[in-house]
T-cell receptor
Framework: NAGVMQNPRHLVRRRGQEARLRCSPMKGHSHVYWYRQLPEEGLKFMVYLQKENIIDESGMPKERFSAEFPKEGPSILRIQQVVRGDSAAYFC?????????????FGDGTRLSIL | SQQGEEDPQALSIQEGENATMNCSYKTSINNLQWYRQNSGRGLVHLILIRSNEREKHSGRLRVTLDTSKKSSSLLITASRAADTASYFCATKLEETSGSRLTFGEGTQLTVNP
């Protein structure tokens, strides 16, 4: 019974390159959340998706960031033209979405480093 | 200040002692959750307490919620070295969609053997 799987665990990019972060939710979960964590800080919400739909992207920067959760395959968080300030740990969580009182299950994150 | 602030920021205790962490929040919530994060890992869900509940237990964990004061506490009894981790409270706000959570900055707990 695999949990939330994120890959890669570590990603190094140079300024201006693109970063693609993948997340496979737990089996049976159709709701995916992406969060960003800077060192020594809590997690900050970025985007909430269901299959083929973006439900809430109020935490996403307006430019360079996008997310998708296709009918088949993992959810993807894409960062174009990365800058040093994008360096952070990016966590994906999933839930069943059956009402708001469901815990979220987190992956181990992708640590993005920008050179 | 932010929704979901933990207090203290850091706590160091001896094995066997109890550890208490507090969390305050600002707006109305559906529920409040506590998570644990070991260094370099993702968050592990510990306990969820709904807005109409006042106390919940799970093993050595006890969580209280006071909605009139907009605060919660997490008590870990008989602590162990393996409890060393960061602990975060997270709130599910009434006005937000799905299960979106708003996290505090965390309490770093160190349990010395």
């Amino acid at each position: 019974n695999a949990g939330v799987m994120q890959n890669p665990r570590h990603l190094v990019r140079r300024r201006g390159q693109e970063a693609r972060l993948r997340c496979s939710p737990m089996k049976g979960h159709s709701h995916v959340y992406w969060y960003r964590q800077l060192p020594e800080e809590g997690l900050k919400f970025m985007v909430y998706l269901q299959k083929e739909n973006i439900i809430d992207e109020s935490g996403m920067p307006k430019e360079r960031f996008s997310a998708e959760f296709p009918k088949e395959g993992p959810s993807i968080l894409r960062i174009q033209q990365v800058v040093r300030g994008d360096s952070a740990a990016y966590f994906c969580a999933s839930s069943t979405g059956l009402g708001g009182n469901q815990p979220q299950h987190f992956g181990d994150g992708t640590r993005l480093s920008i050179l | 200040s932010q929704q979901g602030e933990e207090d203290p920021q850091a706590l160091s205790i001896q094995e066997g002692e109890n550890a208490t962490m507090n969390c305050s929040y600002k707006t109305s919530i559906n529920n409040l959750q506590w998570y644990r994060q070991n260094s370099g890992r993702g968050l592990v869900h510990l306990i969820l307490i709904r807005s109409n509940e006042r106390e919940k237990h799970s093993g050595r964990l006890r969580v209280t919620l006071d909605t009139s004061k907009k605060s919660s506490s997490l008590l870990i009894t008989a602590s162990r070295a393996a409890d060393t981790a960061s602990y975060f409270c997270a709130t599910k706000l009434e006005e937000t969609s799905g299960s979106r959570l708003t996290f505090g900055e965390g309490t770093q707990l160190t349990v010395n053997p």
